[in-house]
């Protein structure tokens, strides 16, 4: 499917939202690298970071509910879903790469800035070559309106697949509820309006920096302002390496960092598991939970302090996993089994990944 022309059927819609998806997807590892390597994770530059992470996990939630209202299926388990850094942002123009490294005045400026930039009024929308993802959702939104008009695309908008229950997404600190969250999706206003939470909470429109009524919740692009020009400062930050991989570390340092790619590829299998008919869809967004903070999070820390030469500490690789013909859950669970014996201060870590 190329992307050169404005959307006008029903596949080229799915197909542009399989790729909104992909993108939000894509930019949470830079962003959690980030937020990792600040030592003080109360500070509020770790904070503001973390709630940008919580955002676009919603709103990769948002655009699957919107490709199910219109016929889609979303496969999360995919392993062309999980980007190899360093990676460049589809059909973003100019070329956009997205690296994981430590947290920076720089890194924000060149790179998180980049992607949340706000929408210009005279951007016309533009699935294909955009300049900023306002743009992009612009045209999904126009391309819903043109193809509306002439399919019943929300015939059958599986709504017994969607992630609909507002109570599944909490807004953290820095984030507010009436800034928008999860709905159901079934005709062309509560689509629109799904595209609306996204493009306000992240880069926002024009120059307007509040994402909600109240003005109590920044954009992802005015939170990512106050780190850059320091009004949130960043700290001190771990000397971790840039785009790491894990054959390249030493061999603690490597049972570590698969342990937190094969959590990480898990994190994927339980959202296309969330969004399957007749799931079981409370356990499934707690152990979607539990993965991010009590696997993920303590995982990423620890690869933080070790060494792996030259002054620098290992990071999470977030390269995808392969847990072969093996069971999933029964993998990881034998890898943090095999990690915590390894290292007694990530038994804590195991007894996470046993009870998810």
Same mark, same amino acid.
């Given at each position: 499917?190329?992307?050169?022309?404005?959307?006008?059927?029903?596949?080229? +819609?799915?197909?542009?939202?399989?790729?909104?998806?992909? !993108?939000?997807?894509?930019?949470?590892?830079?962003?959690?690298?980030?937020?990792?390597?600040?030592?003080?994770?109360?500070?509020?530059?770790?904070?503001?970071?973390?709630?940008?992470?919580?955002?676009?996990?919603?709103? #990769?939630? +948002?655009?699957? $509910?919107?490709?199910?209202? !219109?016929?889609?299926? %979303?496969?999360?388990?995919?392993?062309?879903?999980?980007?190899?850094?360093?990676?460049?942002?589809?059909?973003?123009?100019?070329?956009?790469?997205?690296?994981?490294?430590?947290?920076?005045?720089?890194?924000?400026?060149?790179?998180?800035?980049?992607?949340?930039?706000?929408?210009?009024?005279?951007?016309?929308?533009?699935?294909?070559?955009?300049?900023?993802?306002?743009?992009?959702?612009?045209?999904?939104?126009?391309?819903?309106?043109?193809?509306?008009?002439?399919?019943?695309?929300?015939?059958?908008?599986?709504?017994?697949?969607?992630?609909?229950? &507002?109570?599944?997404?909490?807004?953290?600190?820095?984030?507010?509820?009436?800034?928008?969250? =999860?709905? =159901?999706?079934? $005709?062309?206003?509560?689509?629109?309006?799904?595209?609306?939470?996204?493009? /306000?909470?992240?880069?926002?429109?024009?120059?307007?920096?509040?994402?909600? %009524?109240?003005?109590?919740?920044?954009? /992802?692009?005015?939170?990512?302002?106050?780190?850059?020009?320091?009004?949130?400062?960043?700290?001190?930050?771990?000397?971790?390496?840039?785009?790491?991989?894990?054959?390249?570390?030493?061999? !603690?340092?490597?049972? !570590?960092?698969? +342990?937190? $790619?094969?959590?990480?590829?898990?994190?994927?299998?339980?959202?296309?598991?969330?969004?399957? #008919?007749?799931?079981?869809?409370?356990?499934?967004?707690?152990?979607?939970?539990?993965?991010?903070?009590?696997?993920?999070?303590?995982?990423?820390?620890?690869?933080?302090?070790?060494?792996?030469?030259?002054?620098?500490?290992?990071?999470?690789?977030?390269?995808?996993?392969?847990?072969?013909?093996?069971?999933?859950?029964?993998?990881?669970?034998? =890898?943090? &089994? /095999?990690?915590?014996?390894?290292? %007694?201060?990530?038994?804590?870590?195991?007894?996470?990944?046993?009870?998810?």
């Amino acid at each position: 499917m190329h992307f050169d022309m404005p959307i006008t059927t029903p596949e080229e +819609l799915r197909t542009h939202l399989e790729l909104a998806i992909a !993108v939000e997807l894509s930019t949470v590892p830079p962003y959690l690298y980030a937020m990792y390597s600040i030592e003080d994770q109360s500070s509020e530059s770790a904070l503001l970071i973390r709630s940008v992470v919580a955002e676009e996990m919603l709103h #990769a939630a +948002l655009a699957a $509910n919107l490709l199910l209202a !219109v016929g889609g299926n %979303p496969d999360f388990t995919s392993a062309d879903l999980v980007p190899v850094y360093p990676f460049d942002l589809p059909h973003h123009t100019p070329k956009l790469t997205l690296n994981i490294k430590p947290c920076s005045e720089q890194q924000v400026k060149e790179l998180f800035l980049v992607i949340e930039q706000p929408e210009v009024h005279s951007a016309p929308p533009d699935g294909d070559i955009y300049t900023s993802l306002g743009q992009f959702y612009h045209a999904i939104e126009k391309g819903l309106a043109r193809v509306a008009d002439s399919h019943d695309i929300f015939a059958n908008p599986q709504t017994e697949r969607q992630m609909s229950d &507002a109570s599944y997404y909490q807004p953290v600190e820095f984030d507010a509820e009436d800034s928008g969250g =999860l709905l =159901l999706i079934d $005709n062309i206003e509560s689509a629109n309006e799904a595209i609306h939470i996204i493009v /306000h909470q992240g880069e926002g429109v024009s120059d307007e920096k509040w994402a909600d %009524p109240l003005h109590q919740e920044l954009t /992802h692009y005015h939170k990512f302002l106050q780190i850059a020009d320091g009004t949130a400062p960043i700290g001190k930050v771990a000397p971790a390496l840039v785009n790491p991989k894990t054959d390249e570390f030493p061999p !603690v340092a490597r049972d !570590v960092s698969n +342990l937190f $790619n094969a959590a990480y590829r898990y994190v994927y299998m339980t959202m296309d598991e969330i969004f399957q #008919a007749n799931s079981n869809r409370g356990a499934l967004v707690r152990r979607l939970y539990g993965l991010m903070s009590n696997v993920l999070s303590p995982l990423a820390h620890h690869l933080m302090t070790l060494p792996v030469g030259e002054g620098y500490v290992a990071g999470p690789t977030f390269e995808v996993y392969d847990f072969g013909d093996s069971d999933p859950w029964d993998h990881l669970t034998a =890898l943090a &089994a /095999h990690v915590a014996e390894e290292i %007694p201060s990530l038994h804590p870590v195991a007894e996470a990944v046993a009870k998810l």
